[in-house]
């Protein structure tokens, strides 16, 4: 099957993976009732290197909003099978170096060298594997999402075998024996669900972001997006929302978000990446933080 779009060839300057034959069918759409004056419906892949690339968006976005945000996620599907030879790409060796590109334009770290050595074949176990968490804990499915892309984009896991993913849920705190019950079972129609409902609110790509208030009424954020740009969609649909100050020293952050890369501390901290770089390799020398460094960049731990 030839297509015009190849969806691991994300687009670095308009900060989109997209899903080979879709349309451009956003609409505004009503969608389930939400607690907060402010729903994100998220959609998203657990491989989606533009969806890595506005992880610092995100979590700023928590902890300035969350009071008054809450965030939907939903899987979308980005890699089914290689049963397509589009855009120079028609096997797993051929996304290394667009993955090593991808890294230094999002300045966030990503080794695409997980192609040449362990390829994935598919998106679908990780995106069915977090819908099963979902069952579980919400929270604890965010970080066992986190977990997923930390695992594929630095440490070159193929996050399609269950041995990794059980690693990845162990970490978050999940039950993994009934998340093997559930990825084998219910989660696949779950993941189902998300594939129609994507379809439903023409989704075609990722990161996807609908911000939508309860009179149903929707802002649509296609792509990766600087952070003003989530503000103002939020703003836009909520005009009365509130910003909340957060504690921007390290061991706040740390402690709220265990693991940061240099740009997310930088983004967080509200310091430049010069500065944030200073921090972080004065606390990873003095044993307060883990380093781990891949060819493209660093990632720094709280254990």
């Given at each position: 099957?030839?297509?015009?779009?190849?969806p691991?060839?994300?687009?670095p300057?308009?900060?989109?993976?997209?899903?080979?034959?879709?349309?451009?069918?956003?609409?505004?759409?009503?969608?389930?009732?939400?607690?907060?004056?402010?729903?994100?419906?998220?959609?998203?892949?657990?491989?989606?290197?533009?969806?890595?690339?506005?992880?610092?968006?995100?979590?700023?976005l928590?902890?300035?909003?969350?009071?008054?945000?809450?965030?939907?996620?939903?899987?979308?599907?980005?890699?089914?099978?290689?049963?397509?030879?589009?855009?120079?790409?028609?096997?797993?060796?051929?996304?290394?170096?667009?993955?090593?590109e991808?890294?230094?334009?999002y300045q966030?770290?990503?080794?695409?060298?997980?192609?040449?050595?362990?390829?994935?074949?598919s998106?679908?176990?990780?995106?069915?594997?977090?819908?099963?968490?979902?069952?579980?804990?919400?929270?604890?499915?965010?970080?066992f999402?986190?977990s997923?892309?930390?695992?594929?984009?630095?440490?070159?896991k193929?996050?399609?075998?269950?041995?990794?993913?059980?690693?990845?849920?162990?970490?978050?705190?999940?039950?993994?024996?009934?998340?093997?019950?559930?990825?084998?079972?219910?989660?696949?129609?779950?993941?189902?669900?998300?594939?129609?409902?994507a379809?439903?609110?023409?989704?075609?790509?990722?990161?996807?972001?609908?911000?939508?208030?309860?009179?149903?009424?929707?802002?649509?954020?296609?792509?990766?997006?600087?952070?003003?740009?989530?503000?103002?969609?939020?703003?836009?649909?909520?005009?009365?929302?509130?910003?909340?100050?957060?504690?921007?020293?390290?061991?706040?952050?740390?402690?709220?978000y265990?693991?940061?890369?240099?740009?997310?501390?930088?983004?967080?901290?509200?310091?430049?990446?010069?500065?944030?770089?200073?921090?972080?390799?004065?606390?990873?020398?003095?044993?307060?933080?883990?380093?781990?460094?891949?060819?493209?960049?660093?990632?720094?731990?709280?254990?």
């Amino acid at each position: 099957m030839t297509t015009n779009n190849n969806p691991l060839l994300c687009d670095p300057e308009s900060g989109i993976c997209e899903i080979p034959g879709t349309k451009n069918t956003a609409e505004k759409q009503t969608v389930a009732a939400q607690h907060k004056p402010v729903k994100i419906i998220y959609f998203t892949d657990p491989i989606c290197s533009s969806c890595w690339g506005i992880e610092p968006q995100l979590r700023k976005l928590k902890l300035e909003y969350g009071a008054e945000v809450e965030i939907e996620y939903h899987m979308g599907g980005l890699l089914p099978d290689w049963s397509y030879n589009s855009g120079g790409i028609s096997k797993p060796s051929d996304v290394a170096h667009h993955w090593d590109e991808v890294s230094l334009h999002y300045q966030m770290p990503i080794d695409g060298d997980v192609w040449l050595e362990d390829p994935l074949d598919s998106s679908y176990p990780p995106s069915i594997a977090f819908k099963a968490a979902q069952l579980q804990d919400e929270k604890k499915a965010i970080v066992f999402l986190r977990s997923m892309r930390e695992m594929v984009f630095l440490q070159k896991k193929n996050i399609t075998k269950w041995e990794v993913l059980a690693q990845a849920a162990t970490k978050a705190g999940l039950d993994t024996q009934k998340l093997e019950q559930d990825y084998n079972g219910v989660a696949k129609e779950l993941f189902q669900a998300d594939l129609n409902l994507a379809r439903q609110m023409g989704v075609r790509g990722f990161p996807s972001v609908f911000v939508t208030n309860r009179a149903g009424n929707s802002e649509f954020i296609y792509g990766t997006k600087p952070y003003t740009v989530y503000e103002n969609g939020i703003s836009k649909i909520y005009p009365a929302v509130a910003k909340t100050t957060y504690q921007k020293d390290w061991e706040s952050l740390f402690h709220k978000y265990p693991t940061l890369t240099l740009r997310e501390f930088s983004e967080l901290a509200e310091v430049s990446s010069q500065k944030a770089n200073e921090i972080l390799e004065n606390l990873a020398v003095n044993q307060k933080l883990k380093k781990f460094t891949t060819k493209n960049g660093a990632i720094w731990i709280k254990e």
